[in-house]
């Protein structure tokens, strides 16, 4: 999995909106993050700041489509994934 980043828009609020193209298996598809910022805090040796990343996609979008059924019915694997990346960089 690879993302390349191609905007980062602030919303206000602490509320980003990040774009850009994601890969997943040789496949490549627009997606857009929320992202939050969750703040800045001085600890273990130095600044750092906080975000949280959040999308849902289609995993059949990406050629994603092994299924497993349970015994009651249902799908191990839903159709929609959500993705969630926490950020924590360090000033330098």
């Known amino acids: 999995m690879k993302f390349v980043s191609k905007s980062f828009e602030p919303l206000g609020n602490n509320k980003?909106?990040?774009?850009?193209?994601?890969?997943?298996?040789?496949?490549?598809?627009?997606?857009?993050?929320?992202?939050t910022y969750g703040g800045m805090v001085n600890a273990m040796g130095g600044t750092h700041v906080g975000f949280k990343a959040k999308t849902s996609i289609d995993r059949f979008d990406f050629n994603l489509k092994w299924d497993k059924t349970t015994e009651a019915g249902g799908l191990v694997v839903g159709k929609n994934i959500d993705i969630t990346i926490n950020i924590d960089m360090k000033k330098v």
């Open 16 to 35: 980003y909106k990040l774009t850009g193209d994601l890969t997943i298996r040789d496949i490549t598809k627009p997606v857009v993050f929320d992202v």
